[in-house]
């Protein structure tokens, strides 16, 4: 498991990109009206839409991963190719474990 | 800034750390009653109490940053030799600049 991003709540994803691009450089990687992805000096922040997604921090795992720890775990493909399930720890805090089943050898890390 | 950690609010710091290092082979970096930090492969991860500290995402930052950026802000200095403010975004997410006021050069990459 590699850790992949931090995702946050926001009211408007817009405003929040822009605050965080004005305030702290950040830069953009992806944006609509529902979720956000930002990097700030290398670290990856999403934003979660309240009715959408939790907050949560997400790690990216591959399928040994999954065989091994999460099996009885449903993924939900997402519309990029990537699919993920959530998990919460003793507090509820959610953790999202995301795979990409075709990024081929780039797995072999986690 | 660098990333440094995210911190999750536990009502149990003790069952916490415990449920990470037995599900997902987290390494105990610190632990006591009202503070946790781990290790999930490279990724620190820390704990607080509902009634000291806010879930928060953290970055390292250095003097140079907080006189550019962070100059109106109250460092609060912490037992570890470290001092550190709190933000809050337009959603009221909760952002901590970490800074360690004798850690000489390796703060030049911030």
């Known amino acids: 498991m590699v850790f992949d991003h931090v995702a946050l709540v926001s009211k408007d994803i817009s405003n ?5 691009v004005k305030e ?3 830069k953009i990687l992806y944006q609509d009206e529902t979720w956000g992805l930002i990097e700030l000096n290398g670290t990856k922040l999403a934003f979660v839409t309240p009715n959408q997604h939790p907050a949560h921090i997400c790690f990216e795992i591959n399928e040994k991963f999954i ?5 009885k775990n449903t993924f939900k493909p997402h519309r990029d190719g990537s699919s993920s399930c959530y998990i919460r720890d003793p507090d509820g805090n959610f953790i999202e474990f995301l795979f990409w089943p075709n990024k081929g050898e780039k797995n072999e890390r986690t």
């Open 24 to 26: 702290w450089s950040a």
């Open 67 to 71: 065989l091994e720890k999460l099996n």
């Open 16 to 20: 929040s990109i822009d605050w965080y």
